[in-house]
């Protein structure tokens, strides 16, 4: 999954050092915003604080990182949207709210190429991550049993049309399994069901589930090794599912 951001018009404005007029001033001259799609808590949420922090640093002027979730990312990224196009609210986002949601919801309500992308943040390798007590011990024992088992399996998803929930879709018709789709707003709600057992599994990206993982809360992960070009690292960790 990629995270990107992206805002109206002024796409110098995260240029390192560069001082950019804006109506006779330096850019920035007052506090800037960065909106995040999604709930606090997710990789989503996350990258873009690491990056307000070090733009306060090189600006020495406020960032905010606002939350509005909802809609699987459609009504942080329409708001947006429909600010003012000076460059001081930007959109850090995945790439459903800007790719898929478009294709896939009837009331979506804004232009994603009204947007000017500034630059890609991340990319993160998804991965599969499965309740604690899940009775399967390999990608194998798990498809078989979801076969053996049809609807009975629920998966959670950050939302309606949102890269976990595709994800979750094209993993059903490679393997033959029939599951049912729970949508959440956002990774950390859905990813806190799961831990509670109230779900079976979810695909998200490395980012949160290894997070819930090394602390200890049970849950066992696979790797989704086909999501990224290379390997990472943390990976030596995970069963590819190749």
């Known amino acids: 999954m990629k995270l990107s951001a992206g805002f109206l018009t002024a796409a110098l404005a995260l ?12 850019f920035p001259s007052r506090p800037v915003t960065i909106v995040v799609p999604f709930p606090p808590g997710g990789t989503a949420d996350l990258l873009p604080r ?49 790719v898929i949601n478009k294709l896939v919801q009837k009331a979506f309500s804004f232009e994603p190429l009204d947007l000017s992308p500034i630059a890609v943040v991340a990319a993160v390798p998804s991965v599969l991550t499965v309740r604690a007590d899940f009775p399967a011990a390999t990608v194998a ?31 059903a018709n490679m393997t033959g399994i029939d599951m049912v789709h729970v949508p959440y707003k956002g990774s950390s709600p859905a990813l806190a069901d799961l831990m509670a057992g109230n779900v079976d599994l979810m695909f998200d990206n490395l980012g949160s589930s290894l997070a819930y993982h090394q602390a200890g809360r049970g849950a066992s992960w696979r790797s989704r090794r086909g999501s990224g070009p290379r390997r990472c690292q943390t990976c030596r960790l995970c069963t590819s599912l190749d």
């Open 15 to 26: 240029v390192p050092c560069l001082p950019v007029p804006v109506h006779g001033e330096t």
């Open 50 to 98: 690491i990056i307000a922090d070090k733009l306060r640093e090189r600006w020495g002027q406020t960032v905010v990182v606002e939350n509005r979730p909802g809609a699987a990312g459609t009504t942080g990224s329409t708001w947006v949207a429909n600010a003012a196009a000076d460059g001081y609210v930007l959109l850090a986002s995945p790439a459903g709210p800007l």
């Open 141 to 171: 024992e798990f498809i078989a049993y979801g076969k053996a088992h049809p609807r009975k399996l629920n998966y959670a998803s950050q939302g309606p049309g949102s890269t976990s929930h595709l994800t979750g879709v094209m993993f």
